[in-house]
C-alpha cells in the first residue's frame, strides 16, 4: 500500500512531517501592496479626527495649566485633556520645533541656546533630526509632523511585522492579525508622540 509518510527510520521512530518552507512576503508583490494599504486603511480609521478636522495628536491643551499661560487660553479651555502626556506639548515640541526648523532652513541642529547656557541638539534623542524619517517631514508644519510621524511609525510598525510573520511560514491573514496587534499594541500607543516609539517600530524588521 502506497503511502505519503516519510519512511521512518530504522529504530522504528515515528514519521516527521516534513516543515513548510518559509514564505517570503516581500517577493509576492501584490499580496504585501494591499496588506500595507489594508494597514494604512485601519489607521486613517482609527486617527480619523485628525485627517478631518486639521488637528494634530499633540495635547496642546496642557501648557495652559501652567499660570504663565493660563492668559491665553481660549475662552472654551475647560482643563487640560490629559496631564500624563504633559511633557509632549511642554517640552518634546519645543524641542522638535527648533531642530525642525534648522532642518528647513538647510542646516543641522547642533545647540540650542534658548535652554539656559544651551543644550545639545544633534545626538538628542527626544529632537532625534538624524532619524531618516524627520528629513522626509521637515517640509511640514511643527504640528503636522506630530500627526505624520506617528502615523508613519505605526504603518511601519505594521508592515514589518506582516513581513515578518509571512517570513516565518504564516498565512497572510496570520500575519495581517499580527500586524494589527503590534500596530495597535498598547506600548506603541500610549509612547506614540515619544521617541523611543521610532526605534521600537523597526523590531520586526531587526528580527527579519
Given amino acids: 500500500m502506497l503511502t505519503n509518510a516519510v519512511p521512518s527510520s530504522s529504530t522504528g521512530a515515528a514519521p516527521v512531517a516534513a516543515r513548510p518552507a518559509p514564505t517570503r512576503g516581500w517577493k509576492n508583490c501584490g499580496e504585501t501592496l494591499v496588506a500595507a494599504l489594508f494597514l494604512f486603511a485601519c489607521l486613517a480609521v482609527f486617527f480619523w479626527e485628525p485627517f478631518a478636522t ?3 495628536l ?3 491643551a496642557n501648557i495652559f495649566v501652567q499660570p504663565f499661560y493660563r492668559p491665553y487660553a481660549p475662552v472654551e479651555f475647560s482643563g487640560a485633556p490629559n496631564l500624563l502626556l504633559a511633557d509632549l506639548s511642554s517640552h518634546l515640541y519645543p524641542l522638535q520645533h527648533f531642530a525642525f526648523n534648522a532642518l528647513r532652513a538647510g542646516s543641522l541642529p547642533l545647540w ?6 544651551g ?3 544633534l545626538g538628542t534623542a527626544q529632537t532625534a ?3 531618516p524619517l524627520h528629513w522626509l517631514l521637515a517640509v511640514l508644519p511643527p504640528l503636522a509632523v506630530f500627526v505624520a510621524r506617528p502615523l508613519f511609525n505605526l504603518w511601519i510598525a505594521g508592515v514589518s511585522t506582516y513581513l515578518l510573520v ?4 504564516a498565512r497572510a491573514s496570520a500575519a495581517l492579525l499580527s500586524a494589527l496587534a503590534f500596530m495597535f499594541s ?3 500607543i500610549v509612547w506614540l ?4 516609539t521610532n526605534a521600537a517600530v523597526w523590531l520586526p524588521l531587526l528580527i527579519l
Fill in 186 to 188: 498598547g506600548f506603541l
Fill in 58 to 60: 499633540l495635547p496642546v
Fill in 112 to 117: 540650542n541656546p534658548h535652554i539656559m547656557l
Fill in 129 to 131: 533630526p538624524l532619524y
Fill in 193 to 196: 508622540g515619544y521617541a523611543l
Fill in 54 to 56: 486639521g488637528g494634530t
Fill in 119 to 121: 543644550s545639545p541638539v
Fill in 166 to 169: 509571512r517570513h516565518l511560514g
